[in-house]
């Protein structure tokens, strides 16, 4: 198994050295992503073990207000069209970390 500090390296590593801004945010959104689900551990709605490259951070910012949750790509799935609902309803912005795109 690889070192967590070693991926933290490669992911800062790679933003550093990107030649666009894009690929820059994807390296530092990855490295969010790893973040948040060593934190977190198992998908707050189903129960199962995360995994980086298939776990989704969902952020929603009203103001000052934030709140952030890690859900399996599978659970993402199934309420992505009513969170965005939700979101759009109370005024907040949705920002959405998807590992499967940054693989």
């Not at 933003?15 to 894009?22: P, Q």
């Not at 707050?44 to 952030?68: F, H, M, N, P, Y």
């Amino acid at each position: 198994m690889a070192d967590p500090g070693e991926a933290l390296m490669d992911n800062v590593l790679k933003a550093l050295i990107a030649d666009s801004e894009e690929e820059r945010q994807r390296h530092l959104d990855r490295e969010t992503l790893l973040y948040a689900v060593q934190r977190r551990i198992t998908c707050e709605r189903t129960g199962r073990v995360l995994d980086v490259d298939t776990a989704v951070l969902v952020t929603w910012i009203k103001g000052e207000q934030r709140s952030a949750s890690v859900l399996t790509g599978a659970a993402w799935d199934e309420v992505a069209d009513v969170v965005r609902a939700k979101v759009a309803e109370i005024g907040a912005t949705l920002e959405v970390i998807d590992g499967r795109q940054l693989t």
